[in-house]
């Protein structure tokens, strides 16, 4: 018999054939699936009907899509009860290592402290494998903790603090209050200013009250700062100096015997908001001190020193005109001086030192353009005296004032302050006195140099009552430099440069300069550690005059 090749069957056969084999196949899934059509009732497959297993899905434990008897679930598959939440994250069903479909390295997250473990699955409890899908373990807030308690009011969102360290306060009705002291001890190489330097302890004690009104018009701000300094032991007058110049002149003070100095600045100003162009400004001020030991003014032979006092305030109103701005304030002041306790058990009246002020300013100031406000100040006050003449004969009431310009700025938070410039006089009743005038400065900045630096520099001038024979008064110059850096948050290094002028009339020539370093220390919000190095010289061109001091102390501040 011969095998052959069999004949190609022609083209209509061909297509008839796959038909039958695609009718064949059609008929063997109708009658697979009879056995389900039953139950199937014409529904569609939703996801409560299929469960997520490996490899696939397979139908839930009371789905119409399972076989009755099918035992091949209950072993093979996992808990077909939990499925995948329809807002579940992407990739939630990969495996636990390799890569998901988001290209990112699979890691087992790490459950919430507290959560229990998981069953451990493998031959030894096959029937209880993990979920596919970890539950999510949230804490516990409470309501209260969370804002969404019944009744209570919405929680405003927490400002960024800049200062971890820094002083917080506490609201006392409408009023943030700040509270603060610092206790300090150390030692002074010369409190008294000798030539000759003679050193002693000391104590400082430095309290500070601030209070700032919270309303959302007009305003009231509380500033009490004060320090008491006590020395260790007396200072008789110091006989070695005496003996060079006899102790004779206005010009040479002897050192009294109690040195303990106390100093007090209290401010209390206010804004009336009458409308909103229109304010109405106020303050009342408080000064507490006594003279420097170095000083002309201190007699000789006092026990210690006389403390004087000045007390007045400021009523004025400010008015916007658009950008301009004019304010007109008008002023009063007292200070008086206590009587002098001598050594040698008597007193002496200082009423001749004791004065009234009364003047009145005005301040015009053009808003130029943002952070740039330049402004003009005019001052005119007369001084009038409780004596008409003072011990010595002069008729010390005066008129005076000054004038000067400058501008206020703020440029992007890195300097911001006031700085002006101009010319101050004064003329006294007594003609033997002469004329007092001189250039006039005054200037607060803050540079924030970074982010851990920042740079203060500040300038002061003002004419001062005398009791020297012949002076009409003193005109002094101030300038200082501080700078304060942060190694850390809880670490600030500051120094501080002074220098300093006081002319007395061409009769005597003051020269002033310190240095200073401190170390800060914050333990916490509340406790802080400071240590300080200072040192100061006096020249001037009076013999037996000069003199310097070093100043170390360690202090505690406590602050709320």
Known sequence: MLVGRMPRLPHWRGQRVLSWRAALACALVAAASAGWSAQ??????????LAPVQGGFAPMQDSPLRRVGDTRAQTDLPSLRQTVSIDSPAASGAGDTGYDSL????????????????????????ANPP??????????????????????????RLRTDEDPFGQVGNYVGGFLVKEAVEVSGGYDTNPARFQQPRGSSFYLVAPEL????????????????GTYTGYGKSFPPNTDDCASSGCTGPLVSPAPIDLDRPDLTGRINGRLDVSRDT??????????????????????GLEKY??????????????????????????????????????????????????????????????WRPGVKPFIEVEGDSRVHDLNADFEGFQRNSTGGYIKGGSSFEFSRLLTGEFSVGWTWR??????????????????????????????????????????????????????????????????????????????????????????????????????????????????????????????????RIQR
């Open 279 to 300: 304010r109405i400004t106020s303050e009342l001020r408080l000064r507490v001190g006594t003279d420097n030991p170095t000083s002309p003014n201190v007699a000789a």
């Open 40 to 49: 199937l009732h014409a529904q569609t497959l939703t996801p409560d009907m």
């Open 131 to 156: 979920p596919l899908v970890p539950p999510r373990v949230t804490p516990p807030v409470s309501p209260s903790f969370n804002g969404t308690a019944d009744g209570q009011p919405p929680r405003r």
């Open 103 to 126: 290209n990112r390295t699979r890691k087992r997250p790490k459950p919430y402290p507290g959560t229990p473990k998981p069953a451990f699955v493998g031959p030894g409890n096959p």
């Open 306 to 367: 006389p403390i004087y006092t000045t007390v007045g305030g400021t009523v004025g109103a400010e008015q916007d005109f658009n950008r301009l701005q004019v304010q007109v304030n008008g002023n009063v002041d007292r200070t008086q001086y206590q009587f002098s306790q001598l050594t040698d058990g008597t007193s002496a009246s200082n009423d001749d030192r004791n004065f009234n002020q009364y003047g009145g300013q005005g301040r015009i100031s053009y808003d």
């Open 427 to 556: 003329d006294y009743q007594d003609p033997r006195l002469k004329r007092l005038d001189g250039l006039l400065t005054t200037a607060s900045l803050v540079w924030t140099a970074t982010g851990l630096t920042t740079v203060r520099f500040t300038a002061t001038s003002s004419i001062d009552e005398t009791t020297l024979a012949d002076v009409s008064g003193s005109l002094s110059r101030d300038y200082n430099v501080q700078v304060d850096h942060a190694f850390r948050r809880w670490l600030i290094g500051t120094g501080k440069f002074g220098y300093g002028t006081t002319d007395y009339q061409g009769t005597r020539f003051d020269k002033r300069y310190y240095v200073e370093g401190d170390l800060t220390y914050r333990l916490t919000r509340t406790l802080s550690i400071k240590g300080t190095v200072r040192h100061d010289w006096l020249v001037s061109d009076v013999p037996n005059v000069n003199s310097n001091e070093t100043i170390v102390m360690l202090g505690v």
């Open 210 to 225: 601030q209070a700032t009104s919270d309303w959302t018009r007009h305003a009231l701000n509380v500033d009490l700062r």
